[in-house]
C-alpha cells in the first residue's frame, strides 16, 4: 500500500523547493522567482501565514503524485494545517481534474481516504496592501493572453505581468524569449518572472515501471498557477490576480456510463473551478485577493474574432505543450491553427504557421475526434465541439483543403451554422469573481466581440449575421 507523503519546503531567498514522494519515488518542484522575497515576506506576513502559503504551493504541485495511485495521503509535517475546507477544495480539484486519469485506467471508484481535520488550523486570512497597479495579469503567451491584455489596455486599465517557464515544455530561456515576443507589442508596467523545474513529471516512472499499469502523469497545472501567483500578490500589492480563459473550457470530453459524470480535461480552467478556487483563496489565505478568468464571459469565437485587432501581434502568439512555438501535430496546434484560418486574414495566418495541418496525415484522427465524428473530444487544451465544426466549415469555405478533410461531409455543419454561431457569439454576464472596475472597463468590448464575430462568420459563409 503506498502513501502520499509531503515532505517540508525548503526555502530559499528567491525559490521553493516543494518535494514529496509515493513509496519509493522522489519528486521535487522548485519555484523560481525574480521579485520574490521569501525572507522578506515573511518579515511582513509572520512565518505561520509563509508557512501556509508554502503548503498550498507544496499541495496543489504534489497532486500530480496521485496519478500513481497512493492509497493514503501524509501531509507529514503539515498535517496541523490540513482542515476540513482546506481537504474539499484539494479533494474536489483532484476528483474532477483527474477524471480523465480515473476514466483511462479504468478506476470509477478510486477515492483517497479524508483524513481527520486538524483542529484550530485555520489562522486568520491575511489582508494584501492594494499597490498602486493593483492588477497581475498571468500571461503564457497565446491567443487568450494577447486578447485578455488589449481588453485591459482599451479599457483604461493598468495592469503587471507574470510569466512563468515550465521544464515540461523545453528550455526556460527559450519560453521567456517567445513570451517576450508577445509581451513587445503589449504594455504592461511591469514583467515578474518565474521558472518551474518539475521533476515529477519529466520522470518517466510509467514507462519503466509498467507494473503499475498506470498510463500516464496528469497535472493540475492551471490550478497550480493560481497558487503560484499568490507570493506575488502578497510582495507587490496585487488583488485582481486575472487568467486568459474563455467559457468554452466548461465543455466535458465525454460522459463516463461507469458513474454518470461528466469528464471535462479542462475542469481545472472551468467556471467551476474558477467560482470555488476564488472563494477558497479569499475565505482562507488572502481576504481581499480575487482570482478571475477575464475571458469568462466569451466563447473562444469571441476570441478569435477580437484577435483581428491586433493582426501584427498574432504570429507572436504561441500555445503548443509538446514543442514550442507549435508542433503541428498535436490537437492544440490543430484547434489554434484552424481557427486562425477562419477567422484571421490569410497572410496573418501564414506568417505564424508554415504548415498547412490539414495536409499532415497524422492529424486525421484527432481532427475528426474534435469534429465529434469519432470517440470524443481530445484530451487537450481546445473548445467546444461545436466551435471547431464552425471552424472546419468556414476553414472550408476558404478554399483550404487537405487529405485529412476533403471526405469530411459540410452538410450538417452547414445546417447548424447559423444556430453555433448565435449561441457562441452570445456574451454571458460578468461572474461574481470579476472585479466590477474591470467588468466595467471591458464589458462594451466584449459586446463589440459579438458583433464582429457574427459580421465575419456571415462574410465566409454567407450567412444571416443577427
Known amino acids: 500500500m503506498s502513501t502520499l507523503t509531503f515532505e517540508p519546503v525548503v526555502r530559499g531567498r528567491r525559490h521553493l523547493h516543494l518535494r514529496y514522494r509515493v513509496g519509493g519515488f522522489a519528486f521535487t518542484t522548485t519555484y523560481w522567482y525574480d521579485t520574490v522575497d521569501f525572507g522578506e515576506l515573511e518579515e511582513r506576513y509572520g512565518s505561520d501565514q509563509m508557512r501556509r502559503i508554502e503548503f498550498h504551493l507544496l499541495a496543489f504541485e504534489a497532486n500530480k503524485a496521485l496519478s500513481l495511485k497512493p492509497a493514503t495521503v501524509d501531509f507529514g509535517p503539515y498535517a496541523d494545517l490540513v482542515t476540513k475546507a482546506f481537504w474539499e477544495i484539494w479533494e474536489t480539484v483532484f476528483h474532477n481534474v483527474w477524471a480523465v486519469w480515473r476514466y483511462e485506467n479504468d478506476l470509477p471508484d478510486y477515492k483517497l481516504p479524508a483524513p481527520q481535520p486538524a483542529p484550530n488550523a485555520d489562522i486568520a486570512r491575511v489582508t494584501v496592501p ?50 517576450d515576443g508577445l509581451l513587445a507589442s503589449c504594455t504592461p508596467g511591469r514583467v515578474h518572472r518565474a521558472w518551474v523545474i518539475d521533476d515529477g513529471l519529466d520522470a518517466p516512472v510509467v514507462t519503466v515501471h509498467p507494473q503499475l499499469g498506470l498510463r500516464r502523469m496528469i497535472a493540475a497545472e492551471t490550478v497550480s498557477s493560481y497558487f503560484q501567483a499568490l507570493p506575488l500578490a502578497l510582495a507587490h500589492g496585487y488583488t485582481d490576480v486575472a487568467l486568459g480563459i474563455s467559457r468554452s473550457t466548461d465543455e466535458h470530453n465525454l460522459t463516463w456510463d461507469a458513474t454518470g459524470e ?100 497524422e492529424n486525421r484522427t484527432l481532427l475528426r475526434k474534435m469534429l465529434g465524428l469519432e470517440s470524443y473530444k481530445p484530451v487537450d487544451c481546445v473548445g467546444t465541439v461545436s466551435e471547431a465544426r464552425l471552424a472546419f466549415l468556414m476553414c472550408r469555405r476558404k478554399g483550404v483543403s487537405g487529405p485529412i478533410a476533403d471526405d469530411i461531409d459540410l452538410g450538417p455543419f452547414k445546417a447548424e451554422a447559423a444556430g453555433v454561431l448565435d449561441k457562441y457569439r452570445a ?35 454567407d450567412i444571416d449575421a443577427g
Open 262 to 361: 461528466d469528464v471535462n480535461y479542462l475542469w481545472g480552467m472551468s467556471s467551476i473551478a474558477e467560482q470555488r478556487i476564488h472563494d477558497y483563496i479569499r475565505s482562507h489565505l488572502a481576504s481581499n485577493v480575487a482570482v478571475f478568468h477575464i475571458l469568462r464571459p466569451i466563447y473562444d469565437v469571441n476570441v478569435f474574432a477580437l484577435l483581428n485587432r491586433d493582426l501584427a501581434s498574432v504570429p507572436a502568439t504561441h500555445s503548443c505543450a509538446q514543442l514550442k512555438p507549435w508542433c503541428c501535430r498535436c490537437a492544440k496546434c490543430i484547434y489554434v491553427w484552424m481557427n486562425y484560418v477562419a477567422w484571421l486574414p490569410v497572410e496573418t495566418v501564414a506568417a505564424t504557421f508554415e504548415k498547412n495541418l490539414f495536409e499532415i496525415p
Open 130 to 179: 492594494v499597490g498602486d497597479t493593483p492588477t497581475l495579469m498571468l500571461c503564457g503567451g497565446g491567443k487568450d493572453s494577447l486578447t485578455s491584455m488589449k481588453l485591459l489596455e482599451r479599457g483604461g486599465i493598468p495592469y503587471d505581468a507574470f510569466v512563468y517557464s515550465h521544464s515540461t515544455y523545453g528550455r526556460g530561456s527559450m519560453q521567456h524569449e517567445l513570451i
Open 427 to 461: 456574451v454571458a454576464p460578468l461572474a461574481s469573481t470579476m472585479p466590477e472596475r474591470i467588468g466595467t472597463a471591458i464589458e462594451p468590448q466584449l459586446a463589440e466581440s459579438a458583433r464582429r464575430a457574427a459580421a465575419i462568420a456571415a462574410s465566409v459563409l
